[in-house]
């Protein structure tokens, strides 16, 4: 009975690290989504100067349709879109470095004029991929060894108790 | 009434509480910087409550700068940048023919003059008269294509006149090719046989469309300086112009050297003179401008 337990808390902890290290996962992938839109805001704001409510009703992303990111700001209905990014962000699991940068971005999105807002799209795609590339260095490492850490755990914690 | 999409909270409240009769009859809403919120209709500038009723400029309602920024967000569709170009020479192109001018401070760039602050916006409501043309319409219909000079005072129904001018035209039984040199974005016409190029110099759309659409007629608004040349080459393509000039008269619209170059260049036939109460004049260019 004692080993079915210990065993059980062994697994328990292992899949907890695999949850977390999927979360790991997903955080990037959140930030390569950003990080592509970020992207075509640039190109066709550069190109075409075109509106907000344009780009953000023709972009398509998997990730960013699933969490809810672009349908919430194509409910825009004449009002400023740094509130509605801002609610946004909330729905995807960024990374915590890249926040910061892309709250930024947000909190004048649509307010400035063209020169200004393209530089400030540029800056934020710099920022950001310097944060995706720390990131992704030894990403697959980190992530095993969140798994093995949380496993270890698991097995200490079962021998405590046994 | 789609413009009214526009409004922020208090003054679509506003405006529509006001009596239905007088809100159809809307021409201007305008919102000036912390000072009293009006509206014109009837020919008459009011002042609606925050429940549409009509009060004095003393109490009207006082613009907010939170108001002012949720109303330039409105109109630009929070992307101001997209329309930066058109805020430099003062207005904002809206949906359906709308148009919002702006006024405040501005300050020379390195790209030209753009404005710093923006206190009054003037929000302009178009009209969609579809019979307002039909006199002068059916004469052409009748007497075959003729260019025509439409004339009246700022306010005088100049674009409403040639917004209905391109639908006659360019609808019915025997439709003609109309192009339309919208620079303003105001020539919102719904259906029809229209090419229509909006934002760019009228000069430009002129060329434009005279060179790759093959118009019967050609439609422009307020004729400007140094718009003549590329209007005479096309007259001399066989396009026929349709256009308007600020004038209470043929005397004094002829003033402007891009109408009377084009006058004395022929491509006008006709000249419509537009009077209160959506009244037509129509007389042939030669009786109007008899001593030019």
């Known amino acids: 009975?004692?080993?079915?337990?210990?065993?059980?808390?062994?697994?328990?902890?292992?899949?907890?690290?695999?949850?977390?290290?999927?979360?790991?996962?997903?955080?990037?992938?959140?930030?390569?989504?950003?990080?592509?839109?970020?992207?075509?805001?640039?190109?066709?704001?550069?190109?075409?100067?075109?509106?907000?409510?344009?780009?953000?009703?023709?972009?398509?992303?998997?990730?960013?349709?699933?969490?809810?990111?672009?349908?919430?700001?194509?409910?825009?209905?004449?009002?400023?879109?740094?509130?509605l990014w801002e609610a946004a962000l909330e729905r995807l699991p960024l990374p915590s470095e890249a926040l910061p940068h892309l709250q930024a971005l947000g909190s004048s999105l649509g307010r400035l004029p063209f020169g200004a807002q393209t530089e400030q799209l540029s800056l934020c795609i710099t920022l950001l991929e310097g944060v995706q590339k720390s990131l992704k260095t030894g990403a697959f490492q980190k992530r095993k060894s969140t798994v093995a850490l949380w496993t270890l755990g698991g097995l200490l914690v079962a021998l405590l108790l046994l | 009434m789609s413009w009214m999409r526009y409004l922020p909270t208090p003054y679509l409240q506003a405006v529509s509480g006001m009596p239905v009769h007088l809100r159809r009859q809307i021409t201007e809403v305008r919102f000036r910087l912390e000072k009293p919120f009006s509206v014109t209709a009837e020919g008459r500038n009011l002042f609606p409550d925050r429940e549409g009723r009509?009060?004095?400029?003393?109490?009207?309602?006082?613009?907010?700068?939170?108001?002012?920024?949720?109303?330039?967000?409105?109109?630009?569709?929070?992307?101001?940048?997209?329309?930066?170009?058109?805020?430099?020479?003062?207005?904002?192109?809206?949906?359906?023919?709308?148009?919002?001018?702006?006024?405040?401070?501005?300050?020379?760039?390195?790209?030209?003059?753009?404005?710093?602050?923006?206190?009054?916006?003037?929000?302009?409501?178009?009209?969609?008269?579809?019979?307002?043309?039909?006199?002068?319409?059916?004469?052409?219909?009748?007497?075959?294509?003729?260019?025509?000079?439409?004339?009246?005072p700022p306010a005088g129904g100049k674009t409403t006149f040639l917004r209905s001018a391109a639908h006659l035209l360019a609808n019915g039984s025997r439709p003609y090719r109309v192009g339309i040199a919208d620079e303003r974005s105001e020539l919102f016409i719904p259906a029809g046989l229209c090419d229509r190029i909006t934002g760019c110099p009228k000069w430009k759309a002129v060329e434009l469309l005279t060179r790759t659409m093959s118009p019967e007629y050609l439609i422009c608004d307020e004729l400007g300086a140094g718009e003549e040349a590329p209007l005479l080459a096309a007259q001399n393509t066989g396009v026929k112009l349709i256009a308007s000039a600020h004038g209470s008269s043929p005397k004094e619209a002829a003033k402007r050297p891009c109408v009377k170059a084009l006058l004395e260049g022929g491509v006008f036939s006709l000249v419509t003179v537009l009077q209160k109460n959506f009244r037509v004049e129509i007389f042939p260019a030669k009786e109007a401008f008899a001593w030019l």
């Not at chain 1, 337990?5 to 292992?14: E, K, M």
């Open chain 2, 54 to 152: 009509l009060t004095t400029l003393q109490n009207a309602l006082r613009v907010t700068r939170p108001q002012m920024e949720d109303l330039l967000a409105r109109l630009t569709e929070g992307s101001l940048y997209a329309f930066e170009d058109a805020m430099a020479k003062g207005y904002v192109p809206l949906e359906n023919g709308c148009r919002a001018g702006i006024a405040g401070e501005m300050t020379e760039t390195s790209h030209g003059a753009v404005f710093r602050e923006i206190t009054s916006v003037n929000l302009r409501v178009s009209r969609f008269l579809p019979e307002f043309a039909r006199p002068l319409v059916d004469l052409l219909r009748e007497g075959g294509p003729q260019g025509v000079l439409v004339i009246s």
């Open chain 1, 1 to 83: 009975m004692a080993l079915m337990g210990g065993l059980l808390t062994v697994t328990a902890f292992f899949l907890w690290g695999v949850r977390v290290a999927a979360g790991q996962r997903e955080a990037l992938e959140a930030l390569d989504a950003m990080l592509s839109l970020l992207r075509e805001l640039s190109a066709r704001l550069s190109h075409r100067k075109e509106g907000l409510k344009g780009i953000f009703a023709a972009y398509r992303h998997p990730l960013l349709e699933s969490y809810g990111f672009l349908p919430l700001l194509r409910e825009h209905d004449g009002r400023e879109y740094p509130a």
